[in-house]
């Protein structure tokens, strides 16, 4: 019978060779947190690229005064299109992909709550970033004005409005961040829900891994301020197309509320973004001193201040729109305030160091990076709530510089901490050491040649946003040092890709635990299995590891 | 890029200066200026003691060769006193600067006018000012002129409004930003005690030529800018000897857009040009108000503004020289 003499099948092999459409339709139908959350990072990186390109075309036109390497209305699509891009296309996927890839495998389980919401997300946040990217073929519209948008990351009104901005590049900038907004949310939704829900057997709260903790205030910040900023966008489409006049001040609508609304959103925003770098510096930083977090509870409670206070001080952007002077005084008392817990985090992080055999790898220089760039960004943000010295800072280059601090001083550099530390266990290959200690240096140096001196130029009066500027305001040298640092910054960017991919294709195998670490996403395989966890860990103290690897001086008997 | 190195002038493009916000002519920028120096000495103590500690942190315990990789170190989890240190200490700090800060913002924004101050209303427009003066009847556009006294008894107070977007009144040396909006009225008020010509841009992104939207306040000793403003009053100078390009420039486009007093020229979309040789720009601190500037600009504002709303009228030579005489007979 043919059935008897049908030969036996080869035993499998380990790893099954995959013909290209069934890789592709493996990462496109996935709903494993894992894929989305490497699908989230890199197309982070690829928006990071393209808005990093952008950026160094805007310092190129600004290298001399008077330049005339772009005409003023593209400088201003790319002002804009780099704002955008970077906040809603590089931040908050980041965010995401960060939050999906390690929260389940940190507080151990197999998945988030919802894995099919979770790919909804991704795809639509990809769609969003398409959109918006799309205005340059479809912004002219039918009445042909320009391209991409031109009205600035924030989209003051009413220079949005139909009479200011022809054609359909604020309404594809509007739909394309409404629309990955949406993705946002779903994520924040599922993070919140995964943790409070999901936590393997052990796991209180107060044992939660600091990074998931910030995480957790992370996603409930996004739910709580993401909306205001979808409903203004829907108001804004609206105006333009059913001429419903919120912000239209030539039929009496309001240009402050527009500022309003974006704040409510913008400022807690800006939290949401740099929380990600908070995260990760609060599980490498521990790591690479040997010593546990340091002040874990004021910790977590910093983390929760910086969360409500953030919500309060939106009207720092808005100390010139001629708000009364009490209004004035409470948003500069409020933004003061925030420096409070930001510093004890601060304070916390380096008291982790002392005391600890610091390793100096890469992902601990950056976190080093980090606090001393943080530190500068945080003084300068107290200038900046001082409301009189504000009027005279706000909007000059002084902001540009003080938010870039914050963003890529903070922010991109706790990120490449976080890829350097993790990269291990997402692709089982180590990255190569001496590539990223020359991508620290060099775009460390860079960062700072560039964004040091646009302080200077702020404090002698240049304004943002300017797509060119008259010789003898005393602007030249400075601006032409900042761009100078931009082709370090860019050697640092290539080396950081040519180490990703060399090392991804032929990188040193990485053991399941190369760090000595102590969450649980290290007591798996690298890369993990889909299933994450053969059998549910259960945990006993906020360093499970730890504790296995010390039995004789576990955590939890200090509990 | 030699320009860029040594600072020399290009030609055509009107005198600039440095302008520091740590150098205040006036009473607001002065209060904005020790509220900044406060804030400043306080970062900087915080930077040195916070920055030192975290640079010495990195240096002392860093790993050296030879060390045992083996041993823990000893595991710290807090310290409550230490802990409430550096969130008592914070908190101090920062109810002093708020102290500061409440002080200086009143003592600003909640200043009443003096009985004889000047009223100068602004209105802006996509990439230019008008200038209003209620009390003396007339407009002028881009330089504000204001009387300079040493005490500061002649205070200009500013009505800031916006005919379209939003933009922002900002001369470093004479103070900190107010937005101009459109449906709003905003206040701000300078007194400067030296004369002299103070530079200033929009601060608030108003579109494509947000950059060349330049503003100067020019502070004149009291008796000149009663001789100014007597001039400002006239009518336009009607000049015998520019007759014949007068009613050329009548017979041109020009007069839909811009107001000339005294002439047919009644339009009020762009700048009131009764007394345009009294202004040292064009263009909105663009190029020098010289003959060849004017030339240059009546020829193609295109060139040296792009995307300004004045067109290229594609005037012929023998046009183009009618018009910049009477324009220069605008004095």
């Given amino acids: 019978m043919a059935t008897i003499d049908y030969p036996l099948q080869e035993p499998q092999a380990l790893t099954p060779e995959f013909s290209f459409s069934e890789t592709l339709y493996k990462w496109v139908a996935t709903v494993d947190h894992k894929r989305l959350g490497l699908m989230y990072v890199v197309s982070a990186l690829f928006f990071f690229v393209v808005a990093g390109i952008m950026a160094s075309v805007i310092r190129l036109q600004l290298a001399a005064p008077l330049n005339h390497i772009v005409d003023p209305d593209t400088y201003n699509r790319l002002f804009t299109m780099h704002g955008t891009t970077m906040i809603f296309l590089v931040g908050m996927p980041m965010v995401a992909g960060f939050s999906n890839y390690l929260v389940p495998l940190m507080i151990g389980t197999r998945d988030m709550a919802f894995p099919r919401l979770n790919a909804f997300g991704f795809w639509i946040f990809l769609l969003g970033g398409f959109l918006l990217y799309f205005s340059y073929i479809g912004g002219g519209g039918l009445s042909g004005a320009g391209s991409a948008p031109d009205m600035g990351w924030f989209a003051y009104a009413p220079l949005t409005e139909k009479a200011f901005s022809r054609g359909a590049a604020a309404d594809y900038w509007a739909l394309g961040v409404l629309v990955s907004g949406l993705g946002s949310i779903a994520s924040a939704i599922n993070v919140v829900a995964t943790t409070l829900c999901m936590r393997c057997p052990g796991m209180t709260l107060s044992r939660m891994p600091m990074f998931v903790w910030v995480m957790l205030v992370d996603s409930w910040l996004i739910i709580v301020a993401l909306p205001p900023l979808s409903a203004a966008q829907i108001m804004l489409e609206l105006d333009r197309h059913l001429g419903a006049n919120f912000f239209d001040t030539q039929s009496g609508g309001s240009a402050v509320l527009w500022q309003h609304m974006f704040w409510i959103f913008g400022h807690p925003e800006v939290y949401i973004l740099i929380f990600p770098a908070f995260a990760i510096l609060s599980e490498v930083i521990p790591i690479f001193s040997r010593k546990p977090l340091f002040g874990r509870p004021a910790m977590v409670g910093a983390v929760v201040a910086i969360g409500f206070i953030s919500l309060g001080v939106w009207a720092h952007h808005m100390f010139c729109v001629g708000m009364t002077s009490w209004s004035n005084t409470f948003f500069a008392a409020s933004s003061m305030l925030v420096g409070v817990p930001t510093g004890i985090k601060i304070f916390n992080w380096t008291a982790t160091m002392y005391g600890g055999k610091l390793k100096m790898e890469t992902p601990l220089l950056f976190c080093i990076g980090f606090l001393l760039q943080f530190l500068v960004a945080g003084l300068t943000g107290i200038m900046l709530a001082v409301a009189p010295f504000d009027w005279q800072l706000h909007d000059s280059y002084f902001v540009v510089a003080h938010f870039h601090f914050t963003l890529v001083g903070g922010l991109v550099f706790g990120l490449f901490a976080g890829i350097y530390y993790w990269f291990p266990k997402v692709t089982g290959k180590l990255l190569d050491e001496k590539l990223g200690k020359w991508h620290f240096w060099l775009f460390c140096v860079g960062f700072n040649l560039t964004f040091i001196p646009l302080h200077w130029v702020g404090m002698l009066g240049m304004p943002r946003r300017t797509f060119t500027y008259f010789p003898g305001r005393g602007w030249e040298t400075w601006n032409l040092i900042a761009s100078i640092g931009v082709l370090f910054q860019t050697a640092g960017i290539l080396v950081f890709v040519w180490n990703l991919l060399k090392s991804s294709l032929r990188g040193v195998q990485a053991p399941d635990d190369p760090w000595d670490a102590w969450t649980l996403e290290w007591a798996t395989s690298s890369p993990p299995a889909e299933y994450n966890f053969e059998k549910l860990p259960v945990v006993r103290s906020s360093r499970p590891l730890w504790d296995l690897k010390h039995p004789n001086d576990p955590d939890w008997k200090f509990e | ?331």
């Fill in chain 2, 1 to 331: 890029m030699l320009n860029l190195l040594l600072q020399v002038q290009v030609p055509g493009v009107p005198e600039r200066r440095i302008t520091n916000i740590f150098n205040a002519a006036t009473t607001p920028a002065d209060a904005e200026r020790q509220a900044a120096y406060l804030t400043l000495a306080v970062c900087a103590a915080i930077f040195v003691v916070v920055g030192g500690l975290i640079v010495y942190t990195v240096w002392r315990f860093r790993r050296k060769p030879g060390d045992d990789t083996h041993q823990e170190p000893p595991q710290v989890y807090g310290s409550n006193q230490i802990e409430a240190a550096w969130t008592v200490i914070p908190i101090l700090i920062v109810f002093v600067l708020i102290g500061v800060s409440a002080r200086v913002i009143a003592s600003v924004q909640n200043a009443s006018p003096p009985a004889k101050a000047l009223k100068i209303r602004v209105v802006g427009h996509q990439w230019w000012w008008e200038i209003q003066y209620p009390d003396y009847h007339f407009t002028t556009a881009n330089e504000i002129h204001v009387p300079a006294t040493p005490d500061g008894s002649q205070a200009t107070y500013l009505e800031l409004t916006s005919a379209d977007v939003n933009h922002s009144f900002w001369l470093p040396e004479l103070g900190g930003k107010t937005d101009l909006i459109a449906n709003r009225i905003n206040y701000t008020w300078i007194d400067p005690k030296q004369p002299g010509a103070y530079v200033g841009n929009c601060a608030q992104y108003c579109g494509t030529e947000h950059a060349q939207m330049l503003l100067r306040v020019i502070a004149d000793k009291p008796e000149d800018f009663k001789t100014w403003t007597k001039n400002q009053q006239k009518l336009a100078a009607d000049d015998p000897q520019v007759a014949q390009a007068r009613d050329a420039f009548g017979g041109l486009a020009c007069v839909n857009c811009h107001m000339i007093r005294g002439t047919p020229a009644v339009g009020r979309f762009g700048p009131d040009l009764t007394h345009l040789m009294s202004r040292q720009t064009i263009g909105a601190g663009v190029l020098v108000n010289d003959k060849k500037g004017l030339r240059d600009w009546v020829n193609d504002p295109q060139d040296s503004k792009p995307g300004c709303f004045m067109p290229s009228m594609k005037l012929t030579d023998g046009e183009l020289d009618q018009v910049v005489s009477y324009l220069q007979s605008l004095k």
